[in-house]
């Protein structure tokens, strides 16, 4: 065994990386199994209502066409606990573009036909899609995503508030977002007597394995997914969407593999959203900045067939300082798709709203926004009582204002001109818990001296994979070049999926103890030959001391350009600094900190998803129409971090990185805004159209 020099925190290249560039890594769809046959889905064209008859003879008619599902003579689920997968068991139309049938064909081309020509009858009801203040439906959920508690509340909110010296009452609003990764979802599947083989393109091997095999009736054991390379998921695949569950139902009805690709515009009908939220922020503080009264309280959706609760206000609990505070959550149940998850659920919208209000308070205090901030940080968490793990928002919050260049400011002030453009700057602060959860890995060691690490995680482009082999590297004290990490199979030890910015947490404290058991196997010497291998799991381990607060934080600074005639926002530069442990990889961190921070000015600037009440569906479907960053809209990003010592959040020392870098950047967006141009726009995001004529020449 060599000892090599320690491999953690080196900007090393993906180990893919050349596989990925030449080709030869092989998505979803470009698995081809000897005898393939494509599905389609049927979308539904009404909001509401049901389906009462299908007339397929046109489309089975169109030569290779094999079959067409609808819910009068597809094959029947078993356990199904998402009602968005109970697709044709019913004819309930829930939402518009749900699905509601299949065609199967030998040709792609021949399914894409047959699907025009399926003629489908319903009996169409009266919908609801708008979210609005006034709705009549809200309720207070129990629970919001995961299973946090809707409402919180400590002190007396009210009589702080109505005594407090500076107070602000605002609304903000966020439009519904939709994921869009460079890869859109797709599954191939292949039904056998023996079992199901799935290649999908998901963020967890596992939990599609599990839930698959329910659907179907069908022992665990019997069912495969295999997803070894994943083009980006931001959350929309966390879970199945309906497309997996169509793909083997097809499978198992012609019994023949089936490809199935969801097109980039159903994308936008049932691989989930971001709700949109109307929020309630109310502040309250002294004449020195210090908060007495917080109250945050929001409006969503979610659909008719699940509830979806988003945990929008959970920041607001733990996030400053202050004695008396309320949160809490409304929902209203829909005719629309559910709700789902989009990087940083939760804390993406709610510290949008929150790092709003804060500047705002910071404005009518006299106080600068940084400094109100520093003002209010706690020393234990305000929620729980439980002291931190660690905690540098202070650090990240002054090293990001000597890298920025930030000039204090006190009240109202106004950023400079330059003939037709407006300069403003403004900040914000980031967080996202620190989580873990359970995982087992195996850790093998080859004849050819070589070492394997098999574990069912998901690289869906972080870089998981070169992560994996440094951490690995360091446990068995070689070289990066000696290991080989394989995922993406739910054959290898069961893992968690990639979401919720803990997979490098969960999966890599599974892979130390597996390198750390096989070492000491080999150590003692009573192997009677190669390979030897150690499968371990750290369910009995992974909670860990439940009295501290584990939260990665981070400050984002922001410079915009406003056209003061045509209304177009230029952000020229952003700083973002952040404090996340240990840091695995500096090369793959960079670059999810920066694409963190490009979608957080996205949403800032771009994505909106724009609802048509008449037919009950968003009316842009594309990347034409739903505008994304690009290049042109992207220029000067500067990332860095605060090293950071936190033996308490896992063996690495390591907190997610994968979502707190879109976290607070639309506040930071917005607040320079403001500065730029005198004017609060509280609903993103904050196009041309929306500044044009309010900025003054």
Known sequence: MSVAVRSIGAAIDRVEGREKVTGEAKYAYEHSPPGFVYATALQSTIAKGEVVGVDAEAALAVPGVLGVLWHEDAPRLHEVSDAELEILQSPRVAYRGQIVGAVIAERYEAARQAERLVRIEYSEHPHDVL??????????PEKVNPSYPGRTEEGDFDQAFATAEVTIDRTYETPAEHNNPMEPHASVAVWREDGITVYDSTQGASSVQDIVAKAFGLERERVRVLSAHVGGGFGSKGTPRPHVILAVMASQAVRRPVKLAVTRQQMFDFTGYRTPTIQRVRLGCDRQGRLSATAHAVYEQSSTIREFAEQTATPTRMMYSGENRRTSHHLTRLDVPTPSWMRAPGETPGMYALESAVDELAIAAGIDPVELRLRNEPEVDPETGHRWSSRSLVACLREGAERFGWIPRHGASRGPRNGHWLTGTGVASSVYPARRRPSEARARLEPDGGYVIEIAAADIGTGARTALTQIAADALEVSPGEVRVDLGDSGYPTAPLAGGSMGTASWGSAVVKACRELRATLARGDTPGLPVEAHVDTGA?????????????????????????????????AVGVFAAGRIVNAKTARSQFIGGM?????????????????????ANHDLATYHVPSCADIEELEVAWIDEHDPHVNPIGAKGIGEIGIVGTAAAVANAVHHATGIRFRALPITPARVVGRVSR
């Open 131 to 140: 979210l609005r203040a006034d709705h009549p439906g809200f309720y207070e």
């Open 541 to 573: 381990e992974v909670q860990g001391d439940e009295a501290l607060a584990r939260y990665a934080f981070g400050a984002q600074f922001v410079e915009v350009h406003v056209n003061a005639d045509t209304g177009e926002v230029h952000v020229p530069r």
């Open 598 to 618: 490009t979608m957080g000015i996205g949403m800032a600037l771009h994505e909106e998803s724009l609802l048509d009440l008449r037919f009950g569906d968003y």
